[in-house]
C-alpha cells in the first residue's frame, strides 16, 4: 500500500514499439543538427560581454524609458555605436557599448552616466560591466575547452562503466543535441556568454543521465533476455524506464519554468536554454541514442551476453 507510487505518468503494461521510428528519428536529428552548424557560421552566435568585450550599463529612469531621447544625449557624448534596448520593466534600459581597457572604460561609464542623466533626470545607473578584448577571447577559448573536456570525460565514463557502443553511440548523440542548442540560441537571439556555457554543461549532464538509466536497463536485460532480439530488447528497456524518464524530466522542467518567465534578463536566457535541453536531451535518449545502441550493437552485443 505504501509503496505504490501516486502518480505514473504511462501505464505499468504500456508497450510502444519505439524503435519502429528509429531512421525517422534519425533523419530528422541529423537534419536538424546540420540546418543548426549553417545557422552557427551564419548569421551565427550572439556573443555576450563575456566573449565579445566591451561594456554593459543598466540603467533605471525616472520614468517610462525615452529611447529617443537617450540617443541624441549618447550622441551629444560622442558615443554613437552603442546598443539601447528594453528589458523587465518599462523603466529598465540596457546600453552595450564597445570600448577599451583602464581608464578609457570609465571615461566611457561616466559620460553613459551623464548623458542618460541629462535625457532624463532622475535616472540611476545599477551596474556597468566591462570586459577587454583579451580577456574575453581568452574565456572565450577556456568556454570550448570546458565543453570538449566534458564530452572527453562523458565518453570516458560510459566506455569505462559500458561497451564501447554505448559510449560511442552516448557522445555522438551529445553532440547532435549541443549542435541543436546552438542552433536555437541563434535563433532566440540569446546572448552566448559563460552563463550559457554553464547552461550547455548542464543540459550535458542531465542528458548523459538519462542515457545512463536506460543503458542500465539495456544491460540488465541482456543479462534477463538472452534469446531475445536486440530490437525488442531496447524498446522494453525503454518502455520500463519511460515512467522515470518522464517523471525527472517534468521535475526538472518545472523547476526551471518560473526562472524562464520571470528571472529577467540575467537568467531568463539561461532558463529556456535548460527547458529546451530538457526536451532535446529526454527525446534523443529514445530517438537517438537507442537507435544507434541497435545499429552499433546488434550481434555482437547480444554474443556477450551468452
Same mark, same amino acid.
Given at each position: @500500500?505504501? #509503496? ?30 546540420? %540546418? ?51 528589458? #523587465? ?6 546600453? /552595450? ?17 551623464? %548623458? ?10 545599477? /551596474? ?14 577556456? #568556454? @570550448? ?21 554505448? %559510449? ?112 532535446? #536531451? ?7 541514442? %537507442? ?8 550481434? /555482437? ?6
Amino acid at each position: @500500500m505504501f #509503496g505504490r507510487p501516486l502518480l505514473r505518468f504511462v501505464r505499468k503494461d504500456t508497450h510502444i514499439n519505439f524503435m519502429r521510428g528509429r531512421f525517422a528519428g534519425l533523419i530528422t536529428s541529423a537534419v536538424l543538427s546540420l %540546418a543548426s552548424i549553417g545557422l552557427f557560421f551564419y548569421p551565427g552566435l550572439t556573443l555576450g560581454l563575456d566573449f565579445r568585450g566591451g561594456i554593459v550599463v543598466e540603467a533605471k529612469t525616472s520614468g517610462p524609458a525615452d529611447f529617443g531621447k537617450l540617443r541624441t544625449a549618447l550622441a551629444a557624448h560622442n558615443i554613437t555605436h552603442a546598443s539601447i534596448q528594453a528589458f #523587465g520593466a518599462p523603466n529598465d534600459v540596457l546600453i /552595450r557599448l564597445d570600448a577599451g581597457d583602464g581608464q578609457e572604460t570609465n571615461k566611457v561609464v561616466d559620460s553613459v552616466r551623464h %548623458a542618460v542623466d541629462e535625457a532624463q533626470p532622475g535616472t540611476t545607473v545599477l /551596474r556597468a560591466d566591462a570586459v577587454g578584448a583579451s580577456v574575453s577571447s581568452e574565456l572565450f577559448r577556456n #568556454g @570550448m575547452l570546458a565543453l570538449g573536456l566534458s564530452l572527453a570525460m562523458i565518453l570516458a565514463y560510459i566506455w569505462f562503466r559500458f561497451e564501447w557502443e554505448f %559510449a560511442l553511440s552516448a557522445v555522438i548523440t551529445l553532440v547532435l543535441d549541443l549542435t541543436k542548442t546552438m542552433g536555437f540560441l541563434v535563433i532566440t537571439g540569446f546572448e552566448f556568454d559563460l552563463v550559457m556555457v554553464a547552461a550547455i554543461l548542464t543540459i550535458l549532464g542531465y542528458s548523459t543521465n538519462d542515457k545512463v538509466v536506460v543503458y542500465d536497463r539495456v544491460r540488465e536485460n541482456l543479462r534477463k533476455y538472452r534469446t531475445m532480439p536486440l530490437r525488442e530488447l531496447i524498446d522494453l528497456s525503454i518502455n520500463e524506464t519511460l515512467n522515470r524518464t518522464l517523471g525527472t524530466s517534468s521535475t526538472v522542467f518545472l523547476a526551471a519554468l518560473p526562472l524562464a518567465l520571470f528571472g529577467g534578463t540575467t537568467l531568463s536566457g539561461f532558463a529556456w536554454t535548460m527547458l529546451f535541453g530538457i526536451v532535446v #536531451g529526454t527525446s534523443s535518449s529514445i530517438f537517438i541514442a %537507442a537507435p544507434l545502441l541497435l545499429f552499433m550493437g546488434e550481434g /555482437r552485443l547480444k554474443k556477450q551476453s551468452i
